[in-house]
């Protein structure tokens, strides 16, 4: 069956990382790292500081755009109707370093919201270094996922790819909804 192999491959890649990976350093710094997108909310604050900021305004209410999109239909639609278990509650070999999470798996919800506000920043009238750092960010939290093996890395790759759409989807709705404003303004 195409599941069984895709969740043989996946752990393969798991174990892989922990062969290859694992060790105090990354066992003491990707629970903090990846605490950063617990519950969306360094995200949200960034999105928070942005609209704060009159000049990145737009960008903020495009994150804030993004971020409900990957939430409403990444957590609350996909991984619902996928129902995919995590890795840690099909084997007993898995050391978990953070808490067991409360539910599915695929996608990735962590990655999305670093990919959404990645994407957002890709967009952004801002220096490139800003953005080669939020790139580099984004795929750490993604490894953090596989690092602490509370999801597979197609869970991971979903969100990914989920995360650069709602995120190139959330700019593009702010810039709709900007034109038509500026459009009726222009028609008073």
């Known amino acids: 069956m195409l599941t069984d192999f895709i969740t043989k491959m996946d752990f393969t ?17 990707m629970p903090y790292f990846t605490s950063l997108g617990n519950k969306g909310i360094f995200f949200i604050l960034m999105a928070v500081i942005f609209i704060g900021i009159p000049k990145y305004r737009k960008w903020g209410a495009a994150l804030v755009c993004s971020l409900s999109l990957g939430f409403l239909f990444g957590n609350l639609l996909i991984k619902n109707i996928v129902a995919r278990t995590r890795p840690y509650d099909l084997t007993d070999n898995i050391v978990l370093l953070v808490d067991k999470l409360g539910d599915f798996s695929f996608p990735s919800g962590h990655t999305m919201a670093a990919f959404e506000f990645f994407m957002v920043i890709c967009m952004m009238p801002i220096k490139r270094g800003y953005k080669v750092l939020t790139g580099v960010m984004a795929f750490m939290m993604a490894f953090s996922r596989l690092y602490l093996q509370v999801h597979f890395p197609l869970d991971v790759l979903a969100g990914m790819l989920f995360g650069m759409l709602f995120g190139v989807m959330g700019v593009r709705i702010v810039n709709m909804v900007l034109e038509e404003y500026r459009t009726k303004q222009g028609k008073c």
């Open 13 to 29: 890649i798991l174990n892989w990382i922990q062969e290859h990976f694992r060790c105090d350093i990354l066992d003491f710094t």
